[in-house]
Structures are given as structure tokens and as C-alpha cells.
């Protein structure tokens, strides 16, 4: 019975793990406190069912159980190292830079976070935004509603049918009054 609920527990072990990849990759998460704990969160008990499980094997099925157990840590702890390189990578991808921004108009659904946060364009002049961002996008989507409209990718989450889209309104000196981001 030991052995079933094991490996059963290392069955849902390795699926938490296959689908916090799949979560980091959709949802672009990046390396906070809680994604890093999130991640050690089940590796820990993974090792104490190990443990309690070699303890209470007889000493003939030692051997073959801690072959075992060595395996199911390693891969387990590559699973735990593959989402933290995401966890990294994500990061990497939400850092702001002009060049970045002007040359992928697809990633900058990534760094659109880290630029309204560390530069903000609230009391910015136009011509300051449009060498940060380059030109605005030419589109009719929300025309009538902002002054400068970037566009900036496949919306983010699961299902990506939508764009979204970066709105900024000026008021009458051409200095950034509101920031707004919109899918269409």
C-alpha cells in the first residue's frame, strides 16, 4: 500500500510541475517571492515521502528503493529547475528597452508592465514618448477615444483571440494625462 500511494504522490508530483510549465509559459509569470515559493512549495513534501517511504522499506528492497528515489529526485528537481529557467526567462522578457520594444511588436505585450511601472508616461511630452516608444500605431481601433494608441500583441493569458493595446491621452501643453491599457 506504502508503494502505491507513492508513486501515486509522485504521479501528482510531476503533474503540478508539467502544469506550473504550462502555466509560466501562457501567463508569462516572472520570478517574484510567491512563483519561487509556489514552485518549492511541492518539492519538499516530495522528499519527506521519499524519506518516510525508504524508512519503512525491508533492507533486500532497500536497494532497488533508493535507485528509485534517486531517479524520482532527480527528475523531480529537473522539473523544479526547468520552471525556474522560465521563471528567468519570462523576467529577461518583461525588462523595457526602446530597442526591444521598437523592434518586436509582439513582445511588447511583455515589457508594456515594466515600462508603465518604472518609467511611467503620466507628464511625459509627446515628442519625449515618441522617442521612448517610436510612432504610434496607425489603426482605427479606438481613434476616436486616445491621442497616441501603440499596439502591443496577442493578449495575454490562455486563450489569445484579442490584441491589446496601449492608450494615451495629452492634454493641451502635449504632456501625458492618462495611460491606459485596452483589448480590442
Request: proline share 2%; hydrophobic share 50%; charged share 20%.
Amino acid at each position: 500500500m506504502v508503494n502505491l500511494a507513492f508513486y501515486l504522490y509522485v504521479l501528482v508530483f510531476m503533474l503540478i510541475y508539467f502544469l506550473a510549465i504550462i502555466y509560466i509559459n501562457m501567463a508569462m509569470v516572472s520570478i517574484s517571492v510567491a512563483s519561487i515559493a509556489a514552485l518549492l512549495l511541492p518539492f519538499a513534501p516530495l522528499l519527506l515521502v521519499q524519506w518516510i517511504s525508504s524508512r519503512y522499506t525491508d533492507g533486500h528492497e532497500n536497494k532497488d528503493r533508493k535507485m528509485i528515489s534517486i531517479i524520482i529526485t532527480s527528475v523531480g528537481l529537473l522539473l523544479l529547475l526547468s520552471c525556474l529557467v522560465l521563471l528567468g526567462v519570462n523576467e529577461s522578457k518583461a525588462r523595457f528597452t526602446t530597442e526591444r520594444w521598437l523592434g518586436d511588436h509582439e513582445e511588447r505585450i511583455y515589457m508594456v508592465d515594466d515600462l508603465l511601472k518604472g518609467r511611467g508616461l503620466v507628464g511625459k511630452s509627446e515628442k519625449e514618448v515618441i522617442a521612448l516608444l517610436g510612432p504610434p500605431t496607425d489603426t482605427e481601433y479606438f481613434s476616436g477615444e486616445a491621442a497616441s494608441i501603440y499596439y502591443l500583441g496577442a493578449e495575454r493569458g490562455f486563450i489569445r483571440i484579442d490584441s491589446e493595446w496601449l492608450l494615451l491621452w495629452y492634454d493641451g501643453r502635449d504632456k501625458v494625462v492618462k495611460q491606459e491599457i485596452r483589448t480590442d
